[in-house]
């Protein structure tokens, strides 16, 4: 089964940047696209950014426009860059492999995760 590891975050202050990387131990080819999710302290683990292999991606609405999804397929790494850091972005990312049909649905085994926080 394919191992996800993410790694990259950090502490940095509102308005500034952190990029995000998410290395495979094995081949992802069983996926057709891999996405990140956050779990905010006291909240639910929500989708953040999907990337289908075709290239095609999806945002959540919160980080439009802020956070860029893609893949470095040589590398076997999936990267999140995350731009205009906010408060609220203060969360644990994981990385996933999965399934886009009509949306995309998660499918690899949850890894440690990268804590990324914030501050105001």
């Known amino acids: 089964q394919v191992r996800l590891v993410e790694s990259g975050g950090g502490t940095v202050q509102a308005g500034g940047s952190l990029r995000l990387s998410c290395t495979a131990s094995?081949?992802?080819?069983?996926?057709?696209?891999m996405g990140w999710y956050r779990h905010p302290p006291g909240e639910e683990r929500e989708l953040v950014a999907a990337?289908?292999?075709?290239?095609?991606?999806s945002y959540a609405g919160s980080v439009e426009g802020r956070f860029t999804i893609s893949r470095d397929v040589a590398k076997n790494t999936l990267y999140l860059q995350m731009n205009n850091l906010k408060p609220e972005d203060t969360a644990v990312y994981y990385c996933?492999?999965?399934?886009?049909?009509?949306?995309?649905?998660?499918?690899?085994?949850w890894g440690q995760g990268t804590q990324v926080t914030v501050a105001s």
């Open positions: 996933s492999g999965g399934w886009w049909g009509t949306k995309y649905n998660p499918q690899s085994r």
């Open positions: 094995g081949s992802t080819s069983v996926f057709n696209a």
């Open positions: 990337l289908r292999f075709t290239g095609v991606t």
